[in-house]
Nanobody, 114 residues
Framework: QVQLVESAGGLVQPGGSLRLSCVVSGSIFSRNVMSWYRQAPGKAREFVARIGSAGSTSYADSVKGRFTISRDNAKNTAYLQMNSLKPEDTAVYYC????????WGQGTQVTVSS
């Protein structure tokens, strides 16, 4: 059974940084395309960033230049480094793993507020 476990989010001041991690078990991690999505209150879930099995990356325009997605295949872990955080980044962040099927983490709350 594939499981995704995300690290805790938290409360961060505007301009601050936070790193999320997502540990995947039950799957051959290196084959997965790993993505991060987020969902703000009252809004639909939206794409944030993606990293392919070979390491290629893509980002939503709203986070480009501020967020960095990475992966460590030896640790079965994907990361999302978030810098220069803004209040509009406040959301529940979800990790997604996709190979033949798509799997989701439980979500972690990130709040950007002074």
């Amino acid at each position: 059974q594939v499981q995704l476990v995300e690290s805790a989010g938290g409360l961060v001041q505007p301009g601050g940084s936070l790193r999320l991690s997502c540990v995947v078990s039950g799957s051959i991690f290196s084959r997965n395309v790993m993505s991060w999505y987020r969902q703000a209150p009252g809004k639909a879930r939206e794409f944030v960033a993606r990293i392919g099995s070979a390491g290629s990356t893509s980002y939503a325009d709203s986070v480009k230049g501020r967020f960095t997605i990475s992966r460590d295949n030896a640790k079965n872990t994907a990361y999302l480094q978030m810098n220069s955080l803004k209040p509009e980044d406040t959301a529940v962040y979800y990790c997604n793993a996709q190979y033949t099927n798509a799997y989701w983490g439980q979500g972690t709350q990130v709040t950007v507020s002074s």
